[in-house]
């Protein structure tokens, strides 16, 4: 394979590539989030397990636990159209590896792939986006919980 047409290859995969970094740093930043809210979740069960059943803090750590769970749906909504946009991309390299090396006209592939690309990256950032929304909301019902445990005592 004469060295052009490697150059050729290497030229056309550097924008999906580099399309690649970007994309796992922010499914990276995501996973970390979905990890933490996991963890939260299951100390709260291990609260709610752990509390009076007719107690005060029952209804307050089932909504916890209820919002808790509504933000481990969105993060996982969100990673998978994260790792969707990676696959889409790399479905793009590949037709472009394909069309270089065997001198194919594959635009018709490679194009739609990409847009489902980012199609998949933008529907990923807005549910990142409703997540960090969720959190504040999240925040908020555990100050409020505070309070309440301080107005008691």
Do not use: W
Request: glycine share 4%.
């Amino acid at each position: 394979m004469p060295i052009h047409v490697v150059v050729q290859i290497l030229t056309a995969s550097i924008a999906p590539v580099i399309v690649i970094s970007g994309v796992g740093l922010l499914l990276l930043s995501i996973t970390n989030r979905y990890g933490r809210v996991i963890d939260r979740a299951r100390v709260l069960m291990q609260e709610l397990q752990d509390s009076d059943p007719e107690g005060a803090d029952v209804r307050h750590l089932e909504d916890q636990l209820r919002h808790t769970h509504q933000r481990a749906r969105v993060l996982r909504a969100s990673m998978i159209f994260c790792s969707c946009s990676i696959f889409f991309v790399s479905l793009t390299i590949l037709s472009l590896f394909a069309e270089q090396v065997f001198h194919l006209a594959l635009d018709f592939v490679g194009l739609p792939f990409f847009a489902l690309c980012l199609l998949s990256l933008v529907i990923s950032i807005y549910y990142s986006i409703r997540d960090i929304v969720l959190s504040l909301t999240a925040l908020e019902l555990e100050l409020s919980s505070a309070r309440t445990k301080v107005m008691r005592s």
